[in-house]
């Protein structure tokens, strides 16, 4: 299936510009900005400027040294939830406990 004719985004094909929602573009270069911004926010957020942008998965996978994967993954996450799906989703499993005498 290709993306034209309701496929999903395959990792090496050229991808279509990235159209981004009302005023993301600003939100997303600030958080790329923000200096205590956490940096796989940062890789998130760049990732779907550089998509908006134009930019074919595998140039954006060399620019910011990660996977086409990675990029494919957060386009469809923003294409599907916008600024939302950028961020952490509960992880599967019982989640970590800490107990201040096991710190000691």
């Known amino acids: 299936m290709d993306h034209e004719h309701g496929g999903s985004i395959m990792p090496f094909d050229p991808a279509p510009r990235l159209r981004l929602r009302a005023g993301d573009r600003k939100r997303l270069e600030a958080v790329v900005r923000k200096r205590t911004s956490p940096q796989r926010d940062v890789l998130r957020a760049r990732i779907i400027l550089f998509c908006a942008d134009g930019l074919p998965h595998r140039q954006i996978k060399r620019e910011l040294r990660t996977s086409v994967d990675t990029v494919v993954r957060w386009r ?11 961020k952490d989703r509960p992880r599967p499993g019982r989640p970590p406990t800490f107990s201040p005498s096991r710190a000691t």
């Open 76 to 86: 469809q996450r923003y294409e599907q939830e916008g600024l939302d799906g950028l």
